[in-house]
């Protein structure tokens, strides 16, 4: 009996505190740990309260935006890890002895400049073997910390492919051969890094890559990276515990796309490494896997050594909802930002994506780049400083203009179109650049 009473004391209290806590501290509005912005209380309407989405909200918003929201998460992670508990959605595949890839990479210098079409692409065959296991939110977790890789799985639901294809076309029939246009398809790291036995947690990117070349004008140009990244496998192209390619991949990526526009190809030796040690990026957040905490990485970004730039932003001001409601002044600023805190350490292109980017060089190319891209993009235009007089950066969720005004404005001369293979085939950037057409 005196033990049931102690027991009924001790969860009483630790109910009253759960209630303290929750209804009398701060609320959390930003998570570190999933990288984003936390719901905010909503807006009245009448309207809202009538169809009963106002008191719905403020229930997504309470359980969004508890106190202490990292702190409890982490714990959980934490204990879920200590008793090996498993989810019904985790599989683990069992690995062969080694770890191989089915490229050999070779040297820089004996790369050649592309020519010509690209449509033809050869298809690039992951060997590698290792322990991974399914995890929250369609995450592959590839071994173990402290050199866990988690992988988003590539799943090709709305096959808006052929979407992008027609947009794609459409701009080359807007600007013809008055302006170069380039289309670069960028794959994610699961095509690289998903190991065999897990294959089938994942669509493979390859058939849709070379259906779309096929689709697009033989006027656009093709920067193909599906296997320019499958030869460089071995070195850190692909960060381990973000969603993003690493900025090495990216430089290999613009050194492709300045081989076929026939500009200045950038060599590594002409930037300055700049190393953030400890990062953990987004996927720590997505897959809820301790493993990947534990598993933090070196962010190395490169910065132009003889180049001289000025940046100038645009910045898009934002409602809570991250709805535009109009935009500031031009400003100078620097491109490469000082972010606090290495779990922002992707941020340190640009500083964000709600804002239109224009860099002025001394290069002596009189040619004009504008980059209509995803966050994957943020990485590529810092190596092309010394291969354009200017290089403008939109990004298709914050871009508010038309963008034949826009071209015509600015003398851009080459249009990349640089966006990964998920966003390509939501139809969500597709759906973008052709308002950019229309407004």
Request: charged share 25%; proline share 4%; with cysteine.
């Amino acid at each position: 009996m005196r033990g049931n009473r102690i027991l009924v004391a001790f969860v009483t209290v630790m109910m009253t505190a759960f209630v303290a806590v929750f209804c009398t501290l701060p609320r959390s509005v930003y998570s570190e740990l999933e990288k984003r912005e936390l719901l905010r209380f909503p807006k009245f309407s009448w309207q809202s309260l009538r169809d009963g989405s106002f008191t719905q909200n403020i229930s997504n918003w309470f359980s969004d935006s508890e106190p202490f929201r990292d702190v409890f998460m982490r714990g959980s992670m934490e204990l879920k890890s200590l008793m090996a508990f498993k989810t019904k959605s985790e599989v683990t595949f069992h690995a062969a002895q080694e770890e191989t890839a089915a490229i050999v990479e070779p040297e820089i210098g004996q790369e050649k400049p592309s020519v010509g079409d690209q449509r033809s692409i050869e298809e690039f065959h992951n060997n590698v073997n290792a322990n991974a296991k399914m995890d929250n939110a369609g995450v592959i977790v590839v071994g173990s910390a402290p050199n866990a890789r988690a992988l988003m799985a590539f799943k090709n639901k709305n096959k808006r492919e052929k979407d992008f294809a027609k947009v794609v076309n459409s701009y080359q029939q807007t600007f013809g051969p008055e302006v170069n246009l380039y289309c670069m398809i960028i794959p994610t790291a699961v095509e690289y890094y998903c190991p065999v036995n897990a294959r089938s947690c994942a669509d493979p990117e390859f058939p849709v890559i070379t259906e779309l070349y096929e689709q697009i004008d033989s006027a656009v140009h093709i920067v193909d990276l599906y296997m320019v990244l499958g030869k460089h496998i071995d070195e850190d192209i692909y960060l381990r515990t973000d969603h993003h390619w690493a900025p090495l991949g990216a430089y290999y990526a613009a050194r492709q796309f300045a081989m076929v526009a026939g500009v200045k190809v950038p060599e590594l030796e002409d930037f300055v490494p700049d190393t953030m040690a400890g990062y953990v990026g987004s996927m720590y957040g997505f897959s809820k896997d301790v493993n990947v905490k534990k598993s933090p990485e070196d962010f190395v970004y490169y910065i132009p050594r003889n180049v001289d730039y000025t940046t100038v932003y645009t910045k898009y001001k934002l409602d809570q909802d991250y709805q535009i409601i109009g935009e500031e002044k031009p400003h100078q600023g620097d491109f490469f930002v000082k972010v606090s805190g290495t779990s922002s350490a992707y941020c340190t292109f640009m500083g964000s994506d709600s804002r239109i980017t224009q860099v002025k060089t001394d290069s002596d190319c009189p040619r004009r780049l504008l980059v209509m891209k995803d966050s994957f993009g943020n990485a590529i235009p810092g190596y092309l400083f010394g291969s354009f007089e200017e290089v403008h950066v939109i990004d298709f969720r914050y871009f508010t203009k038309n963008i034949k005004t826009y071209v015509k404005e600015y003398g851009i001369t080459d249009i990349l179109m640089a966006n990964n293979i998920s966003h390509v085939c939501s139809g969500a950037i597709g759906a973008a650049y052709k308002r950019f057409l229309e407004k």
